[in-house]
């Protein structure tokens, strides 16, 4: 089978460029795989992909590329959902550029990794392709007004991919969406060449964007209420983002300078990871929380909020780390000091961090499950007449509303019309 995967931007650091690729290669070991990255900002990616898999970009952002002087680079676009939070970057040229490819490959199926390009490949994509679309968001993050065109355009696609079971389920109800449609299939992690932690080291390490869901100024506070009593032990937070001079601020301000480090990018990560004993998460809510598996590969047991979705379907608590009550700073605090206190669970919990990601988060059932995904989809896909919505058979489950913007058919409208007649004389004692 081709199978063509659709990036934002396949060329720069993040979560969904790592597990794509990870993806890819597994699947590219019996099928026909190609990267296609909406845009390009350097020469070469920043993550290393796959090298038997192709790819290619459609829009080069490099100076003095000639689509940085394309005037439609300058105008903005008209399909990419506005509510989307990068809707800013999708002008015409990249829209048309989508377009173009979409009606020009050859793929068999085509998966696209970002919600805004899961509704360009329902509106756009070829009638001969499969069409799936991946979740690396929750519903509920989702802006109000960008529910609205995922409940018009969702039912167009053949499935939607979740990472965790319970945004699968949120999916579903928030969006009307058909139970089958939705499929929950979590990331995958490759097995690193790093020895794992021996988890001696009087180190917490903690990896991500430093944006405020991440709530890294609740970490930096948990740390600073039992600094005192373990004045040997430090913090490690790696990456960057909007929130780095804040944090820096809130450091010195604590007296934690020397104690708490910020430590900036760092690829690859497995050898940081495996330089700590405790890996901490403190996230106000997660997808489904890459960083954890990947501290988890490295032999760390990890401390996360038990925020909605993604630790707690990783997390086993009490066997391979901790979960803490969202909002309970305190609670957090007290999880890290029983880790630092004793080496013996630190050293069991990694262990069974290790075993756990091996089991359940292997690139090679990741890459099954979507195997039999397309298996199964490609069998609906031939059986279904050509322009009708791929669930059209289920839209009796997405309710009178969801029937008339699915199919816009003169039935649906009839139905509108009655269900509004029957309520205007129904009356309730």
């Known amino acids: 089978m081709r199978i063509a995967f659709l990036l934002h931007n396949a060329y720069a650091i993040g979560g969904t460029t790592r597990t794509t690729f990870t993806l890819a290669a597994s699947l590219a070991e019996r099928h026909h795989v190609r990267l296609v990255s909406v845009f390009r900002h350097r020469a070469t990616p920043l993550l290393e992909p796959p090298p038997e898999v192709p790819l290619t970009a459609l829009v080069d952002r490099r100076d003095p590329s000639a689509d940085t002087a394309d005037p439609r680079a300058a105008q903005p676009g008209l399909y990419f959902p506005a509510g989307e939070s990068r809707a800013g970057q999708y002008h015409r040229l990249a829209e048309q550029r989508i377009t173009d490819w979409l009606a020009a490959t050859d793929a068999d199926a085509v998966i696209s990794t970002r919600t805004g390009l899961n509704v360009l490949l329902a509106r756009f994509g070829p009638s001969h392709a499969l069409r799936i679309g991946q979740e690396h968001l929750t519903h509920d993050t989702h802006p109000h007004r960008l529910r609205r065109?995922?409940?018009?355009w969702y039912p167009y696609l053949d499935a939607l991919v979740t990472m965790t079971r319970a945004d699968a389920q949120a999916h579903r109800t928030g969006l009307r969406l058909p139970y089958g449609m939705v499929e929950a299939i979590p990331n995958s992690?490759?097995?690193?060449?790093?020895?794992?932690?021996?988890?001696?080291?009087k180190v917490v390490v903690a990896a991500g964007r430093l944006t405020r869901v991440k709530r890294y100024g609740m970490l930096i506070e948990a740390f600073a209420r039992i600094s005192r009593q373990r004045p040997d032990w430090t913090l490690r937070i790696y990456g960057t983002g909007p929130e780095k001079d804040r944090l820096a601020a809130d450091v010195e301000r604590r007296g934690l300078g020397g104690r708490v480090q910020l430590m900036g990018v760092?690829?690859?990560?497995?050898?940081?990871?495996?330089?700590?004993s405790i890996a901490a998460v403190t996230s106000a809510q997660e997808s489904f929380g890459m960083t954890i598996v990947e501290a988890m590969r490295c032999g760390l047991p990890v401390v996360s909020t038990n925020c909605p979705h993604g630790p707690r379907e990783i997390i086993r608590d009490g066997v391979d780390g901790l979960l803490v009550p969202r909002d309970d700073v305190?609670?957090?605090?007290?999880?890290?000091?029983?880790?630092?206190?004793?080496?013996?669970?630190r050293t069991r919990m990694g262990t069974a961090a290790r075993e756990r990601v091996t089991r359940a988060f292997a690139p090679h059932d990741a890459a099954r499950c979507y195997e039999d995904l397309l298996t199964a989809l490609r069998s609906r896909h031939t059986a279904r007449p050509?322009?009708?919505?791929?669930w059209h058979d289920d839209n009796r489950l997405l309710g009178t509303a969801a029937l008339y913007r699915a199919t816009g058919t003169l039935l649906a409208r009839g139905a509108l019309r009655r269900l509004r007649r029957t309520a205007l004389r129904v009356r309730v004692p």
């Open 149 to 152: 065109q995922l409940r018009h």
């Open 189 to 201: 992690v490759p097995a690193t060449t790093v020895p794992p932690a021996d988890c001696t080291a």
């Open 266 to 276: 760092r690829t690859p990560l497995d050898p940081e990871w495996a330089k700590g």
């Open 330 to 345: 305190r609670a957090y605090s007290a999880a890290l000091l029983r880790l630092m206190d004793d080496q013996q669970l």
């Open 386 to 390: 050509p322009g009708v919505p791929p």
